[in-house]
């Protein structure tokens, strides 16, 4: 493939179709598994569950740094006229440091796993076997960022393959873990950790067969001062971050008030993140951020403006469609069975 058709308007249509059938199998897979799981899992095990996926999903800022911003900067820039060779090595070099850091913090947390589950409140018998989510923050995180760079070349394909496998390999391992009557909170944290793992490998291959067809025809080298100090002002945002997210705050919940109230707590969040998720442009801005990336760099400022303009607006209109909705039938939509069944 020449890298100047790499973000062509054929290769965005793509993938936008990969795109949306991969979001759709992954959010009917996702929402099926959390709905299951309330009912399947007592509320003290549903409660350490999503508190310990609460862990990971504030781990992925903390082992950024700003590395995955700066991966979203200068990849495309770099796919289309970078020099040969350029693309190979930043990803290289961008994925040792990574994968470097997140060994360091599974490493760390590790090593005072006991002392962190007294103080999150996890029970007696909770505290030896939840150690296991300490392996899902490398597995996790790293498919996830391998996806990220697929998603930047936009091969949308290969990366939401990988990303539906995640709901869909877990909802089959729980169906097999209930078919054998033998569910519990360590073998479903086994579970996720095989099934992320395998996500993991097979988004590093995809990764790797991409980079060995672009191989660089250009002139262009980004210097390592120049990712450093991107990276640097970006690691701000990260642990501003971290400190605000979802999983800390569902830390914060079982720590306060309790395992059982935090996994209501996590269960609610869970509702609101579909929402959020599916917003136009916060569904899409993985496949229009390479897009406008390559436009602002050809020096089509006017469409970049343009294309953020109709993003924000899309995302205003859906949200006021939906605060009207709940404002005029928030009771009603608060006995939703589901959300019933399990605070009752």
């Known amino acids: 493939m020449n890298n100047s058709d790499l973000y062509s308007g054929k290769r965005f249509r793509q993938a936008i ?3 949306l059938l991969g979001r759709t199998a992954q959010g009917i897979a996702s929402l099926i598994l959390i709905l299951w799981l309330v009912r399947l899992l007592i509320p003290a095990d549903y409660g350490t569950y999503m508190v310990l996926w609460g862990m990971v999903e504030m781990m992925v800022p903390l082992c950024s740094l700003g590395i995955l911003e700066a991966v979203r900067r200068f990849l495309p820039e770099l796919a289309t006229r970078g020099a040969p060779g350029a693309l190979q090595c930043f990803v290289r070099w961008m994925t ?31 505290q030896d076997t939840t150690i296991l989510a300490v392996g899902l923050i490398v597995t996790v995180i790293g498919y996830r960022y391998a996806s990220e760079m697929l998603e930047c070349l936009l091969e949308q394909r290969w990366s939401q393959l990988v990303h539906a496998l995640m709901p869909l390999g877990r909802l089959a391992g729980l169906v097999v873990l209930v078919v054998a009557d033998n569910l519990t909170l360590e073998r479903l944290l086994w579970v996720d950790l095989i099934v992320s793992l395998i996500c993991f490998l097979l988004a590093e291959f995809f990764l790797i067969r991409k980079l060995r067809n672009l191989p660089g025809t250009g002139d262009f080298r980004i210097g390592v ?14 642990l501003l971050n971290a400190i605000s997210s979802a999983g800390a705050l569902r830390i914060l ?23 959020g998720r599916y917003l136009p442009a916060n569904l899409l801005s993985n496949i229009i951020r390479p897009m406008l990336i390559s436009r602002y760099v050809a020096g089509d400022v006017n469409v970049v403006k343009q294309g953020m303009a109709l993003l924000w607006k899309s995302n205003l209109i859906v949200i006021t469609a939906l605060m009207a909705i709940t404002g005029i039938a928030g009771d009603e939509l608060s006995y939703w069975p589901a959300a019933v069944n399990f605070l009752i």
């Open 17 to 19: 179709q990969h795109f």
């Open 96 to 126: 040792l440091v990574r994968f470097a850091i997140m060994v360091a913090w599974a490493m760390l947390i590790a090593a005072f796993w006991s002392d962190i589950a007294v103080w999150m409140g996890f029970s007696t018998l909770h």
């Open 225 to 238: 001062r120049k990712i450093v100090s991107f990276s640097g002002y970006m690691a701000g945002f990260n």
């Open 253 to 275: 919940v079982a720590r306060t008030l309790g395992i059982e109230v935090a996994g209501m707590f996590a269960f609610l969040q869970q509702l609101l993140k579909f929402i």
